[in-house]
Nanobody, 123 residues
Framework: VQLQASGGGSVQPGGSLRLSCTISEFDSDFNVAGWFRQAPGKEREGVSCISGTSTYYSDSVKGRFTISTDHAKNTLYLNMDSLKPEDTAVYYC???????????????????WGQGTQVTVSS
């Protein structure tokens, strides 16, 4: 399933953004949802995943980013605070082919990616 992320933009270091990912009602019965990002010249990496009350955050965003879901609106969110230049990347969301190991790791193996949203943190 290709999901469309939105809410990106350009902010100064220390700023905040809220990313959204709308999930169609046909794909809303998911167990795990996650956010991934890909910076120029780097591989795509897992940023944060959620399954019920279980969440995963990469070490680089822990304490600054918050993942949440609104099942009534079929929407996945990523609140990003205290943004740093190294957070600059294209951010993607996904609800399939995800493997979450509690707070330890979250990977996506297989599947295709929808259109991501660009986040640029620069002064």
């Amino acid at each position: 399933v290709q999901l469309q992320a939105s809410g990106g933009g350009s902010v100064q270091p220390g700023g905040s953004l809220r990313l959204s990912c709308t999930i169609s009602e046909f794909d809303s019965d998911f167990n795990v949802a996650g956010w991934f990002r890909q910076a120029p010249g780097k591989e795509r990496e897992g940023v944060s995943c959620i399954s019920g009350t279980s969440t995963y955050y990469s070490d680089s965003v822990k304490g600054r980013f918050t993942i949440s879901t609104d099942h009534a609106k079929n929407t996945l969110y990523l609140n990003m605070d205290s943004l740093k230049p190294e957070d600059t990347a294209v951010y993607y969301c996904a609800t399939d082919y995800l493997f979450l190991q509690g707070s330890k790791s979250c990977h996506r193996i297989g599947g295709s990616w929808g259109q991501g949203t660009q986040v640029t943190v620069s002064s």
